[in-house]
T-cell receptor, first 111, second 113 residues
Framework: NAGVTQTPKFRILKIGQSMTLQCTQD?????MYWYRQDPGMGLKLIYY???????DKGEVPNGYNVSRSTTEDFPLRLELAAPSQTSVYFC??????????FGSGTRLTVV | DQQVKQNSPSLSVQEGRISILNCDYT??????FLWYKKYPAEGPTFLIS?????DKNEDGRFTVFLNKSAKHLSLHIVPSQPGDSAVYFC????????????FGKGTHLIIQP
């Protein structure tokens, strides 16, 4: 039982490059979320999805895009990477509004 | 504006003693509260939760207390063990809120031998 799988675990990007952070869950959860955690800060919501084909913005969506074509996958796209996007990114899924299962995170550095 | 506040960035407690982690919130619409535990290089894991209709919830060594009038909750760990050393996040959600949990900044709990 893999739970929530995030790839890659680490990545260094140059300013202006783009990349996709992958997130897959095998628990058939409808709800999925992307958070970012900056040093000494709590987790801030980037985007969320309540089901396949439905996505919405969270607190800090600028510079990111998402899609949800299947129940299992919820990739996060960074276009034109900036140093301010240096952070640890966590994907989570849940069967209700509360019972989140988190992935182990992607540590991204933009230089 | 922070809606969930954890004012202690770190807390050091001796092994075997009680650890008390505090959390305050400002949004009166929050009706469900959770604590997550996070080890380095791992994702947060769910620890314990409480609904606004209760004032206490207990699970083994972990107890969460909710004081709605003060908009304050606390997590008690008794007795504290070395494996409890981690960052603890307080989180909250509104009734029917599928739009994500709101997290505090976290408290780094260090259990001293």
């Amino acid at each position: 039982n893999a739970g929530v799988t995030q790839t890659p675990k680490f990545r260094i990007l140059k300013i202006g490059q783009s990349m996709t952070l992958q997130c897959t869950q095998d628990m058939n959860h409808n709800y999925m979320y992307w958070y970012r955690q900056d040093p000494g800060m709590g987790l801030k919501l980037i985007y969320y999805s309540v089901g396949a084909g439905i996505t919405d913005k969270g607190e800090v969506p600028n510079g990111y895009n998402v899609s949800r074509s299947t129940t299992e996958d919820f990739p996060l796209r960074l276009e034109l990477a900036a140093p301010s996007q240096t952070s640890v990114y966590f994907c989570a899924s849940s069967y209700n509004y509360y019972g989140y299962t988190f992935g182990s995170g992607t540590r991204l550095t933009v230089v | 504006d922070q809606q969930v506040k954890q004012n202690s960035p770190s807390l050091s407690v001796q092994e075997g003693r009680i650890s008390i982690l505090n959390c305050d919130y400002t949004n009166s619409m929050f009706d469900y509260f959770l604590w997550y535990k996070k080890y380095p290089a791992e994702g947060p894991t769910f620890l314990i939760s409480i609904s606004s209709i209760k004032d206490k919830n207990e699970d083994g060594r972990f107890t969460v207390f909710l004081n709605k009038s003060a908009k304050h909750l606390s997590l008690h760990i008794v007795p504290s063990q070395p494996g409890d050393s981690a960052v603890y996040f307080c989180a909250a959600n509104t009734r029917g809120g599928a739009d994500g949990l709101t997290f505090g900044k976290g408290t780094h709990l260090i259990i001293q031998p």
